[in-house]
């Protein structure tokens, strides 16, 4: 399993964007991959997910504001953030499994037990 870190994190004003980058210490092509976040006294949730074919899924919350993408020949995986609220302020992890069959946020969070130190996103109003 890959090791995987995250950065982009900061704090900026409602309406705002961000833009997350999560890279991976090894090869991504086959890894269902995508972002959590966790505000304060909160449970982890779901922001968006990525298959290894390319096929996303968005949060309800996020649909039309959020992008994520990866580049395979950079390991990458990123979370393009715009229209923020103050809503989206959390701490956001990115998270990868093998792709076996499909890809969701159920078969991330059932597989994935590496979640790392995350990048902070603040917004204010």
């Known amino acids: 399993q890959v090791q995987l870190v995250e950065s982009g994190g900061g704090s900026v004003q409602a309406g705002g964007s961000l833009r997350l980058s999560c890279i991976a210490s090894?090869?991504?092509?086959?890894?269902?991959m995508g972002w959590f976040r966790q505000a304060p006294e909160k449970e982890r949730e779901e922001v968006a997910i990525i298959g290894a074919g390319g096929g996303t899924i968005y949060a309800n919350s996020v649909k039309g504001r959020f992008t994520i993408s990866r580049d395979k020949s950079l390991n990458a995986l990123y979370l393009q953030m715009n229209s923020l609220k103050p809503e989206d302020t959390a701490m956001y992890y990115c998270?990868?499994?093998?792709?076996?069959?499909?890809?969701?946020?159920?078969?991330?969070?059932?597989?994935?037990?590496?979640w790392g130190q995350g990048t902070q996103v603040t917004v204010s109003s």
């Open positions: 998270a990868a499994v093998i792709q076996n069959t499909y890809c969701s946020s159920v078969v991330i969070t059932a597989h994935y037990n590496s």
């Open positions: 090894g090869s991504i092509s086959t890894y269902c």
